[in-house]
């Protein structure tokens, strides 16, 4: 199995350039995560979809950042316009309903994003 | 809000040694705390986790420890070796809700 496949893997843009995220997670997960994690701390959320529905996305700053899963299956993050600010890697995951809490979810490599 | 607090962003170990990771966290409503490993250019893939009503969770060399009245909990890696070397993330989860530490970069030395 692929596993969580996130694209691209880097990504450097200038500042005020728009930029997005795509996400596959694996197949039959319901559940879907963005997060971000800036350097030297740890993943924090932006956004959880249970299916096509985006069920929490209070962390999501929306006057720049929008997220979208079509269909309930992949996933694509977009920022526009991109700040400094916004250099950090993010991560998607997935999880399966039937899936215990203690297993966690399962991540994505993520894309590492540098706004210059 | 932090509510989940690794104090120790780096630790050192000696191969054979064993490595213990300490990890803090606020909020009592959590119903499982896991620990995550990561590699350099990876996402962080799962290790070992317990629930909130366990006090110890055995799997390998890996140990998790938690003691609820101190709000803490610990891993333990024993014996250490060099592939074990990797930023740690602690994590507390519930109520759908998952909250991550800062991570504990580990080297264990051969």
């Known amino acids: 199995e692929a596993g969580v496949v996130q694209s691209p893997r880097y990504k450097i843009i200038e500042k005020k350039q728009p930029v997005a995220f795509w996400c596959n997670p694996i197949s039959g997960h319901n559940t879907l995560y963005w997060y971000r994690q800036n350097l030297g701390q740890g993943p924090e959320l932006l956004i959880r979809y249970e299916n096509e529905e985006a069920v929490d996305d209070s962390q999501l700053p929306k006057d720049r950042f929008s997220a979208e899963r079509l269909k309930g299956v992949d996933s694509t993050l977009k920022i526009q316009p991109a700040e400094l600010g916004d250099s950090a890697v993010y991560l998607c995951?997935?999880?399966?309903?039937?899936?215990?809490?203690?297993?966690?979810?399962?991540f994505g490599s993520g894309t590492r994003l540098t706004v210059v | 809000d932090q509510q989940v607090k690794q104090n120790s962003p780096s630790l050192s170990v000696q191969e054979g040694r064993i490595s213990i990771l300490n990890c803090d966290y606020t909020?009592?409503?959590?119903?499982?705390f896991l620990w995550y490993k990561k590699y350099p250019a990876e996402g962080p893939t799962f290790l070992i986790s317990?629930?909130?009503?366990?006090d110890k969770n055995e799997d390998g060399r890996f140990t998790v420890f938690l003691n609820k009245s101190a709000k803490h909990l610990s891993l333990h890696i024993v014996p250490s070796q060099p592939g074990d070397s990797a930023v740690y993330f602690c994590?507390?989860?519930?109520?759908?809700?998952?909250?991550f530490g800062a991570g504990t970069r580990l080297t264990v030395k051969p």
């Open positions: 995951a997935s999880s399966d309903r039937g899936t215990p809490a203690s297993e966690g979810y399962t």
């Open positions: 909020n009592s409503m959590f119903d499982y």
């Open positions: 994590a507390a989860s519930g109520n759908n809700d998952m909250r």
């Open positions: 317990i629930s909130s009503i366990k």
